[in-house]
C-alpha cells in the first residue's frame, strides 16, 4: 500500500509555518486534553492539534475499518496495536482531508470548529501507556567516551560492546510528557577518599540524549522477531531526555547496573512520528567492526538522518544550545536492538519504549550528555548568561529537539523540555 501521505507536493488549506516541524506530510500521533476537558487522540498540522475522535465521529474515516472508540482513549495503545496498515490508511486519509484541494471539512464551519484547536486550547498527555521500557548502550561515541573516562582508553569498549546490542530494563512509571518538571533526586554516593557511603541529594544531575521507539504488539512468549522484520512492529519514534544522577550511579551500578540513577524521571516529546514519516529520511547504519551473528545481520537502510540539539536555560534566561548531534551516529540501529531483545523469545507488546542510549557524535560539541561535554566537568561548559554548567542545576531547563530535513520537506519532533526542581519537599502537615 503506497504511502500517499508523503507525497512531497501536497499542501493544506490550513494556514501553517513555513519551517513548521509538522508539515502536511508528517501527521504524528498524540494524546492531548482539550478545551471542554476531554482526553482525545489526536494528529497535528502546523500549529493546529487536530481532534481524530471527533472527526470519526463526524465519518470521515468512512471505509476504514476502526472501531467507534478507537480515537476515544486516553492512550493510543489500541490504535497501535491495529497495526501497520491501519497507521498507513489513517494517515493516507488525514492527508486528503486536509489537502488544499480537499473543500469537504475546509467548508464545513461547524465540522471545523469542532475539530480544529490551536495549541494554547489543548494539553498534552502521555501519548501511551507504556508497559514496559528498555534503554539500550548504542552509540559506539558515548560507550567510548565513558569508558575512556571510568577505565583503561586502550579498552575503553568492553569485550560485549560490539557483538550484541547493549541494554538495561528500565522502570516505565516515571516517563513523563514534556513539560512536566523533575525533582532532583536523593540516594546513596561515595564521596572521593571515603570509605562509607552518604545519603542526600545527587549532585550530578545529567540529560542523556535520546530518541525512543514504540511497539505494536510483536510476538508471543518463545517466538523471536527476525530482524529484517523488526520495523514492521515498530510505530514510530519521539525525543527522550534520560535524566541520569552520575554519581548515585557510580556507587550502586556494580554489579547489576542502573537503578535509583536512572529511574526517578525520563521525559518524551509527545508527539510520535511514525516511521512512514521518516521514511524519506533512511540513511545506513555505520558498519559494523566485527562480524555479527547471524540474528543481527540486515539488509537496506536501517538509520535515519535526524538532526538532534540540546539547550540548557537557566530560570528566567536565555537558553544555550550546549550539543547538536545526530541519530545517524548510532552503531546499533532499531531493528538489531529489537531482534536482539527478542531472541530468547521475550514478548514485545503496543506502546512498549526502546531507549537508544545516549546519542553522541564524533566531536565533542556533538556529545549527548554533561558527562562527556564538560568532561566529568573538568570543562565546564559557558552558557550565555556568563554562568557556567558542570551538570544540571536547579530550576535549569533542558531542551532537546529533533528533525529530518530534505530538500523538499522538514518533519519534526517539536520539543522535550523538562525543567529541574530541587529536591522534593513534603508538605507540613
Known amino acids: 500500500m503506497p504511502i500517499t501521505a508523503n507525497d512531497p507536493k501536497r499542501k493544506t488549506w490550513l494556514e501553517i509555518p513555513e519551517d513548521t516541524d509538522f508539515p502536511i506530510q508528517n501527521i504524528p500521533f498524540g494524546v492531548f486534553l482539550t478545551r471542554d476537558d476531554v482526553i482525545t487522540i489526536g494528529t497535528r498540522i502546523g ?28 492512550t493510543l495503545n489500541d490504535f497501535i496495536s491495529d497495526g501497520k496498515k491501519t497507521w498507513r490508511l489513517v494517515r493516507n486519509r488525514i492527508a486528503e482531508i486536509f489537502d ?78 514534556s513539560g512536566i518538571p523533575v525533582h532532583r533526586p536523593q540516594g546513596q554516593t561515595m564521596p572521593a577518599g571515603a570509605t562509607e557511603p552518604v545519603f542526600g541529594p545527587s549532585k550530578l544531575v545529567d540529560f542523556e540524549l535520546e530518541m525512543a521507539f514504540i511497539t505494536t504488539d510483536a510476538n508471543h512468549l518463545g517466538e523471536p522477531i527476525p530482524v529484517d522484520e523488526a520495523e514492521e512492529y515498530i510505530f514510530g519514534m519521539v525525543l527522550f531526555n534520560d535524566w541520569s544522577a552520575r554519581d548515585i550511579q557510580k556507587w550502586e551500578y556494580v554489579p547489576l547496573g542502573p537503578f535509583l540513577a536512572k529511574n526517578f524521571a525520563s521525559s518524551i516529546s509527545p508527539w510520535i512520528v511514525t516511521m512512514d514519516a521518516l521514511e524519506p529520511f533512511r540513511i545506513k547504519s555505520p558498519e559494523p567492526e566485527k562480524e555479527l551473528l547471524p540474528y543481527l545481520k540486515f539488509s537496506g537502510k536501517k538509520s535515519f538522518d535526524i538532526h538532534l540539539e540540546v539547550s540548557i536555560q537557566p530560570e528566567d534566561k536565555e537558553e544555550t544550545v550546549v550539543s547538536k548531534s545526530n541519530f545517524k551516529h548510532m552503531y546499533w540501529n532499531m531493528s538489531q536492538q529489537l531482534a536482539h531483545h527478542t531472541i530468547n523469545g521475550c514478548p514485545v507488546n503496543s506502546g512498549d519504549m526502546m531507549g537508544s542510549g545516549t546519542i553522541s557524535g564524533p566531536t565533542p560539541d556533538t556529545y ?17 548568561d556568563g554562568s557556567e554548567r558542570k551538570f544540571i542545576q536547579d530550576n535549569d531547563t533542558v531542551i532537546m529537539r529533533g528533525y529530518c530535513k530534505g530538500k523538499d520537506r522538514r518533519i519534526g519532533f517539536g520539543e522535550v523540555s523538562t525543567k529541574l526542581l530541587p529536591v522534593f519537599q513534603p508538605k507540613k502537615k
Open 47 to 74: 500549529d493546529y492539534a487536530i481532534d481524530l475522535g471527533a472527526l470519526h465521529q463526524l465519518g470521515y474515516f468512512e471505509g476504514i475499518p476502526l472501531t467507534d472508540d478507537i480515537f476515544l482513549q486516553d
Open 100 to 177: 488544499e484541494k480537499n473543500t469537504k471539512l475546509k467548508d464545513h464551519k461547524d465540522h471545523r470548529n469542532t475539530v480544529l484547536f490551536t495549541l494554547d486550547e489543548i494539553e498534552m498527555q502521555l501519548p501511551v501507556q507504556v508497559g514496559d521500557y528498555t534503554d539500550f548502550y548504542s552509540s559506539k561515541e558515548h560507550a567510548t567516551n565513558v569508558g575512556t573516562m571510568f577505565r583503561d582508553p586502550d579498552n575503553a569498549l568492553l569485550p560485549n560492546w560490539l557483538h550484541i546490542p547493549v541494554g538495561y530494563h528500565g522502570r516505565s512509571s516515571s516517563i513523563i510528557p
Open 368 to 384: 549527548g550528555s554533561m558527562l562527556e561535554l564538560s568532561w566529568r566537568g573538568e570543562k565546564p561548559i559557558k552558557l550565555k
